[in-house]
C-alpha cells in the first residue's frame, strides 16, 4: 500500500511486514523503491539500512521536481517532469498531479502537456490514448504544444477547456495568460518538445522561489 500524503510505502517482504518513507511524491516512486528492494534482497544485502535511504532520495530536474512560485501576484505550484515523456510516464505523471495539492484552496489544476517523441507510426493513437486518464484527473483547464498533440486536442478540447499552440515559444508567449493565482500546474513533454524551457521561463520571472519536494 501507499499513503500519498506521508510518502509512506507499506510492504509485505516475504514473512516480514515492512514501511518506510520515500523522498520523492509518487506512487510509481513507490513502484520503483519495491524494485530496489527486490534488487537489494538478490544480492542477499540487508533490507533495514537500505529502506532508510529511500528517505534521502529526491527528484531531480525534470523528473518530478515541485517548484513554489510567485508572479505578478500569483502563487503557482509547478510540477516539472519536463524531462522526458511516454504514454507511460505521461499518466503517471498525471497521477502524480492529483496526489499533489494546490498552494491554495480551491486552486485550479492545469495540465501542460507537450508532444511525446519517437513513437513511430502510432503516434496519434498514442497520444489519443491520454483522453481517458485526463478526463478522470479532472484538471481545470489543458494546454497541448506540438504538432504530435493534434490528434489529442481534437477529442479532448470537447470534454475539457483546452488549448493548443504550436512550440514552446508560442507556450511562452501566451502561458501567463491563462494561469491564475493558486494553480497547479503539471509541465511534461519528451525533452526535444523543448518545455524545459517553460519551466525555466516562469521560475525567471518569479519573485520568490522555493522547493516543495
Known sequence: NYDPDKRTVYAKVYDEEIHYEIGAP??????????????????????????AQFELFAPVSGRGVVHDLHIAGKTLRVLDESYNANPASMQAAIHLAGEI?????????????????ELGLDSGKLHEGLLLPIVSAEPDLVILCGNEMKSLFLVLRKRIDTLRCENSDDLNAMILKHIKDGDLILIKSSGGTGLSKTVKYLKERSEVKSLCL
Open 26 to 51: 509518487g506512487i510509481h516512486m513507490a513502484m520503483n523503491s519495491l524494485a530496489c528492494i527486490a534488487g537489494i534482497l538478490a544480492l542477499n544485502l540487508p533490507l533495514k539500512p537500505a529502506l
Open 101 to 117: 495539492q494546490p498552494p491554495k484552496p480551491n486552486g485550479r489544476k492545469v495540465f501542460v502537456l507537450g508532444d511525446m517523441l
